[in-house]
């Protein structure tokens, strides 16, 4: 990274700082069947992570539910697939001002709305999701651990979990080379990791958020 961009990122954070310390929360924890109100925060690079999350809003979905999802794309165009998706606003890099901070209007939307549940589902640090989990105004947050995350209310840890579901990793991975033995077999790596480690974060995470007890 240059260090242009190291200091702009470092003023993004101090800037992130100071909104949340001025933004008064009030954490209630919400388990998804009390949650009438959920917004689902993502990394959309990658399109596996798009059809993932759009299995788990069929799954979530019923008439007393409204559901609010935002990806993030890390590129300076949206990907022509991600267009005209109906209950889906995507932001990407042309979207962020000079520190990083998301500035659309479908981000500002989502940081302002009081969701009952907010499910952060990137798998790594990106900054823009960051700052927008950070500065929602929702009332309980869950995502992937991280040491130095402060925004979310609960976590879980893949990195200590998934050592357990090794095996289930090779068998996705074999059976994606096999299918699609015409890629590159480093890209079918990639897909298949971002593929278990988003599906494993899911599971855990709705496992738990059903079982919580206020």
């Excluded at 929360?25 to 917004?39: H, P, Y």
């Excluded at 925004?151 to 990195?159: A, Q, V, Y």
């Excluded at 998934?162 to 299918?179: F, N, S, Y």
């Amino acid at each position: 990274m240059k260090w242009a961009d190291i200091i702009k990122a470092r003023i993004g954070r101090q800037m992130l700082t100071g909104k949340v310390s001025d933004a008064g929360r009030k954490v209630s924890l919400c388990t998804l069947s009390d949650a009438k109100n959920i917004g689902i925060l993502y990394n959309a690079t990658e399109y596996i992570s798009f059809e993932i999350v759009r299995d788990l809003v069929k799954q979530l979905s019923n008439n007393s539910i409204t559901i609010s999802v935002l990806g993030y794309v890390d590129s300076k165009k949206l990907i022509d697939h991600y267009l005209y998706r109906k209950g889906f606003d995507f932001f990407s890099k042309t979207d962020l001002n000079w520190y990083y901070k998301p500035v659309s209007t479908q981000t500002e939307q989502f940081i302002k709305e009081p969701f009952d549940l907010l499910l952060n589902l990137s798998l790594d640090y990106q900054f823009p999701i960051h700052y927008i989990s950070s500065a929602s105004k929702a009332l309980f947050k869950a995502g992937r651990y991280s040491l130095t995350d402060s925004s979310l209310d609960f976590m879980i840890d893949i990195e200590k979990e998934k050592e357990t579901m090794k095996g289930l990793h090779r068998d996705i991975m074999h059976e994606k080379t096999l299918a699609e033995n015409g890629n590159i077999e480093a890209d079918i790596e990639k897909r298949t990791e971002i593929e278990f480690q988003l599906k494993f974060l899911i599971n855990q995470l709705v496992h738990y958020l059903s079982i919580l007890k206020k």
